[in-house]
């Protein structure tokens, strides 16, 4: 019996489009395969990158963190060193204010007490600083933790060579009754002392900034940042309302015992 083109033909066409839906079907599948493939390959690299992002923010937060306490610490014992080595240049003019006109020793003699305040560092952050190597790895500039290093050296040095040494010296002398001892006290030697290690730590601080990027007025606003959450030490003006008061009353007291003498 003859084929019968048409149905020949009916079932082409019918297989065609079968194949081509089974094409179209595992083109659709291949497709949502490969979306799901890229959806997933993104979120793991967001979920991952994000992840590495906020570690490496965060050691880099703690890093400027770390140097800019350390900085702010070694810069106000910088302003103490500096206060204490004005300090000595002003004794230094009343020594020869008084030496010039020795009519000025009562008057003046207590104008060296202040020289009698020692410098109390806060030792905090040095501690923090040279405790763990895990610090310098914080930093992560091995040159700028020596220079740091050295700083610490020569705030302490400061404190034993220049101030309590000074403070030891001015015990012993008594000078604050003695004409001769007061005109032969050697402050030129602690002046020498006091503006070498000051220039020094200032260079050092300096070039320590420098290497970390870190400039005058980052520091400055640092400064301030700190000072006004610590809020100023009320010690501070209460020893310098006590020392006003004692110099008051020896004065007052020498006045006391002049006149009595007078009236005998």
């Avoid at 700083?151 to 030891?168: A, F, G, T």
């Amino acid at each position: 019996m003859p084929p019968n083109h048409k149905n020949v033909y009916s079932d082409n066409i019918m297989n065609t489009k079968l194949h081509n839906q089974k094409v179209a079907n595992d083109s659709s599948s291949m497709r949502q395969f490969l979306l799901s493939l890229i959806a997933t390959t993104i979120s793991i690299v967001l979920t991952f990158g994000t992840a590495a992002w906020l570690d490496n923010r965060k050691k880099a937060e703690a890093k400027r963190e770390m140097v800019m306490m350390v900085l702010y610490d070694l810069a106000s014992s910088i302003q103490q060193v500096e206060t204490y080595d004005s300090m000595l240049h002003k004794a230094f003019e009343k020594q020869v204010a008084i030496a010039q006109q020795p009519e000025l020793m009562d008057k003046e003699r207590f104008a060296f007490i202040h020289l009698s305040t020692p410098i109390d560092y806060t030792t905090t952050v040095e501690q923090i600083f040279s405790s763990s190597i895990e610090t310098i790895n914080t930093i992560g500039n091995a040159l700028f933790a020596k220079n740091i290093s050295e700083l610490y050296k020569l705030r302490k040095m400061y404190k034993e060579i220049v101030c309590d040494s000074c403070m030891q010296a001015l015990g012993n002398a008594h000078f604050l009754n003695s004409y001769d001892l007061l005109t032969e006290f050697n402050f030129s030697q602690y002046i020498h002392l006091s503006g070498n290690i000051f220039f020094e730590m200032k260079y050092m601080l300096d070039l320590s900034m420098k290497m970390m990027d870190v400039s005058k007025e980052e520091l400055e606003h640092y400064q301030q940042k700190r000072e006004d959450f610590l809020q100023q030490n009320p010690m501070d003006s209460i020893d310098k309302i006590l020392t006003d008061e004692f110099i008051r009353n020896t004065q007052c007291l020498e006045e006391a015992v002049e006149k009595g003498k007078s009236k005998n």
